[in-house]
């Protein structure tokens, strides 16, 4: 490292040159308050070569100046004899200074990120270190790195990005759930206002000019409002969490911050997930009052699942409802279950591969989890829609000629063409509608497979196995509403054990048949022959 040096300059001008005298004005001898002192060193050649030097000046005294010469040596003096990469690495962080006009960064900090490692760069924000953990995470699933990046981008990066991550600290983390709930208020009540304009304007005639111009004012109000939002509510707040958390364990694993992760001791306010519960008739009887479902999970009882398989019994997709209802697949699973993982011989499928849906897009991709993959087995009833299923879908191929697509799928359109998962929900809802049960989502009807192997006796694990679940305390947690009805079905045949002389009364509940109607079905492919005429003559 070569010497620097300290000297003392002004901005005289010579006369005759009209040129500054610099270092050599005659007043700098005669007056030590005349001029500024400033310093000079000789910075590490870049990677390419390059001469790079260390000028500052503006120095009232020639300590002052001698003391920020010291500052620039002591740094570049950090690095070992043989460590060429971390000269040049001190080199660059003392010319970002210099060009940023900013003061030199602490010795000590300093040395401790040279000797552990770190990244010199200790102005890194949160912000930025999101942005580079996330372009990291390779090996992410295609919906974990959404919901990563939208976790990022609507929460962490308002709220925390503009703070250094060296600086981070759990209570900057708790202003920013504490702003959340906040908007959270804002948006319901804004999501009130606009729900009242909503029925009021629904509800308001049409006919009679008063009635018109009150119209026209509630839609210019409703035009004038915030659309619907969703809250971010205190279900998807630790997910939140877990994301900065797990970004921070990489910054700490990398050295690129202190060994604190502030995240991990942020609490929230709990929680509750939603429970599934069974539509006992007190529950159907409160939905038809009220409209509202007592839980955003429900699930059928068996008579209730009976009825809709014997009305949807001659829909298309029959078979795929009752694989849902029985074997308890999720949605994905089963648009995306293919004929290569169906054995006719050993009456089982496996469940290898899954359609996603990705806004309305939708692409193949692996089972939830690693858990997912697993091989169920099928009933002879099902095993022999399957090969019905399979026999219908070749003539359909037959029908559909040149025009067919090949997926090698087990449930398809009509055209071969891939089932949409969402189009599939919808259609599951409208038959639920027209079956006149009480309404259950089509994730739903997973739990009712759930249900019916608990209420049947099946082990628990054996239902954690074939849902796919990662653990049977995942199981027990989703159900334990089912759980505890079997409890209490447990306890009354314990007491029917015993002989008892006093009579207890039984009521028999009749059922009538389901009517028969026409099914809603999906809206079918269009053959290319099957073009109208206006098409024609366009």
Not at 7 to 25: F, H, L, Q
Not at 53 to 66: E, L, Y
Not at 395 to 404: F, M, P, S, T, V
């Amino acid at each position: 490292m070569k010497n620097g040096t300290v000297s003392r300059r002004c901005r005289c001008t010579d006369p005759c040159t009209n040129k500054d005298y610099g270092a050599s004005c005659p007043k700098l001898k005669s007056s030590r308050r005349h001029g500024v002192w400033s310093v000079f060193q000789e910075l590490e050649p870049d990677q390419e070569g390059r001469r790079r030097r260390f000028r500052r000046g503006g120095f009232d005294s020639s300590t002052k100046a001698q003391e920020e010469l010291d500052k620039v040596r002591a740094l570049m003096a950090i690095p070992e004899e043989d460590d060429a990469w971390g000269k040049i690495q001190i080199s660059d962080l003392v010319e970002s200074c210099l060009k940023e006009k900013e003061p030199l960064p602490d010795y000590d900090e300093i040395r401790r990120r040279i000797q552990t490692g770190q990244s010199l760069n200790i102005k890194m924000t949160v912000a930025e270190w999101l942005d580079t953990w996330l372009a990291g995470r390779k090996r992410l699933r295609r919906g974990g790195a959404k919901r990563y990046e939208c976790d990022i981008r609507v929460h962490l990066k308002p709220h925390l990005g503009h703070l250094r991550l060296d600086k981070l600290r759990v209570h900057h983390i708790n202003s920013m759930f504490d702003a959340i709930n906040e908007r959270n208020i804002e948006i319901q009540e804004q999501n009130a206002q606009r729900r009242a304009v909503r029925d009021e304007l629904k509800a308001t005639p049409w006919k009679g000019a008063d009635h018109r111009a009150r119209r026209k004012w509630l839609q210019a109000q409703l035009d004038a409002m915030p659309p619907f939002r969703r809250i971010t509510g205190l279900n998807t707040q630790p997910h939140i969490r877990d994301t900065l958390r797990a970004s921070l364990n990489v910054a700490i694993a990398q050295q690129v911050m202190p060994t604190f992760n502030p995240a991990a001791h942020v609490e929230l306010l709990p929680g509750t997930k939603p429970k599934a519960l069974i539509w006992t008739d007190e529950r159907i009887a409160r939905w038809k009052e009220t409209g509202g479902k007592p839980s955003p999970v429900m699930v059928w009882t068996p008579e209730q699942t009976g009825q809709f398989l014997d009305f949807v019994a001659e829909d298309r997709l029959y078979p795929l409802w009752r694989l849902i209802a029985f074997r308890g697949t999720r949605r994905g699973e089963s648009c995306g279950v293919r004929w290569e993982d169906h054995s006719a011989a050993a009456k089982s499928l496996e469940i290898a591969t899954q359609l996603v849906q990705d806004g309305w897009e939708i692409h193949e991709g692996a089972p939830k989890t690693d858990s997912g993959v697993r091989l169920i087995a099928l009933d002879d009833e099902t095993d022999q829609l399957f090969r019905a299923h399979k026999a219908r879908q070749q003539q359909e191929r037959l029908d559909w000629g040149d025009a067919w697509q090949d997926t090698g799928r087990i449930f398809t359109q009509e055209d071969g063409s891939l089932l949409h998962p969402g189009k599939v929900s919808d259609l599951f809802e409208r038959l639920v509608d027209a079956a006149g049960l009480p309404p259950i989502r089509l994730h739903d009807l997973r739990h009712v497979s759930a249900t019916l192997m608990l209420a049947a006796g099946v082990d628990i694990k054996v239902v954690s196995e074939t849902l796919g679940h990662s653990d049977t305390r995942v199981t027990r947690d989703i159900y334990q509403a089912v759980l505890d009805d079997l409890a209490r079905d447990a306890a009354e045949k314990v007491v029917q054990l015993v002989p008892r002389a006093r009579q207890r009364l039984t009521a028999v509940a009749d059922t009538a048949a389901p009517a028969t109607r026409r099914l809603p079905r999906l809206a079918p492919p269009r053959k290319p022959s099957e073009s109208t005429e206006e098409e024609r003559s366009a």
